[in-house]
Antibody, heavy 122, light 112 residues
Framework: QVQLQQSGPGLVKPSQTLSLTCTVS??????????WSWFRQPAGKGLEWIGR???????SYNPSLKSRVAISIDTSKNQFSLKLSSVTAADTAVYYC??????????????WGQGTLVTVSS | QSALTQPAAVSGSPGQSITISCTGT?????????VSWYQQHPGTAPKLVIF???NRPSGVSNRFSGSKSGNTASLTISGLLAEDEAEYFC????????????FGGGTKLTVL
């Protein structure tokens, strides 16, 4: 059974870059049947999609974050990563990585990381 | 990209059935014909309970079911259990040409 393990700092200073990594075990990140996605959830609020990366390295991003986001994949380490630049307090949230079924009629994230609370503060 | 609309809260007694609605537009819910539903307990990651309108992942109770009519999707939980108390989110793609993901604001289910 696939597992996603997140790593990265829980505290980032304003204007700096948030960096998180998601390590996949129990399955290959090069599978053609899945995408690899990032989400976030501010305290007490709903979920927001950040973006996804395909095994090829191609990406798609939330238009509202596109100018500050970069998602990459490292197939040699079975990992994918998120970078969010120029962070502000508004970026404080729990960040999740997830596996998304590539062939589905609706967003189908069937496995999730444990979540990382990232606080933006000086 | 507009968010999907869900009621903020619903409640029911053990053994009863409840339904949570998720209303979109002709661009998202109606256009893609499919919606997913996630369950989230406090402090934990979301869990997929319904995908493609009315399909359950392995391990999800058959007490969970989904349906859709036009631009409104619904999640029904029958035979409510205390463990069903959680936040529920619906999700769809933003429009017919985009795989951008949008969510509803979430519905807090309280089991009385």
């Amino acid at each position: 059974q696939v597992q996603l393990q997140q790593s990265g700092p829980g505290l980032v200073k304003p204007s700096q870059t948030l960096s998180l990594t998601c390590t996949v075990s129990g399955g290959s990140i090069t599978s053609s049947t899945y995408f690899w996605s990032w989400f976030r959830q501010p305290a007490g609020k709903g979920l927001e999609w950040i973006g996804r990366v395909f095994r090829s390295g191609d990406t798609s991003y939330n238009p509202s974050l596109k100018s500050r986001v970069a998602i990459s994949i490292d197939t040699s380490k079975n990992q994918f990563s998120l970078k969010l630049s120029s962070v502000t307090a508004a970026d404080t949230a729990v960040y999740y990585c997830a596996r998304e079924a590539a062939v589905a009629g609706a967003p189908t994230e069937d496995s999730w990381g444990q979540g990382t609370l990232v606080t933006v503060s000086s | 990209q507009s968010a999907l609309t869900q009621p903020a809260a619903v409640s029911g007694s053990p053994g009863q059935s409840i339904t949570i609605s998720c209303t979109g537009t002709s661009s998202d819910v109606d256009a893609h014909k499919y919606v997913s539903w996630y369950q989230q307990h406090p402090g934990t990651a979301p869990k997929l309970v319904i995908f493609d309108v009315n399909n359950r992942p392995s391990g999800v109770s058959n007490r969970f079911s989904g349906s859709k009519s036009g631009n409104t999707a619904s999640l029904t939980i029958s035979g409510l259990l205390a463990e069903d108390e959680a936040e529920y989110f619906c999700s769809s793609y933003a429009n017919s040409t985009s795989l951008d993901v949008i969510f509803g604001g979430g519905t807090k289910l309280t089991v009385l």
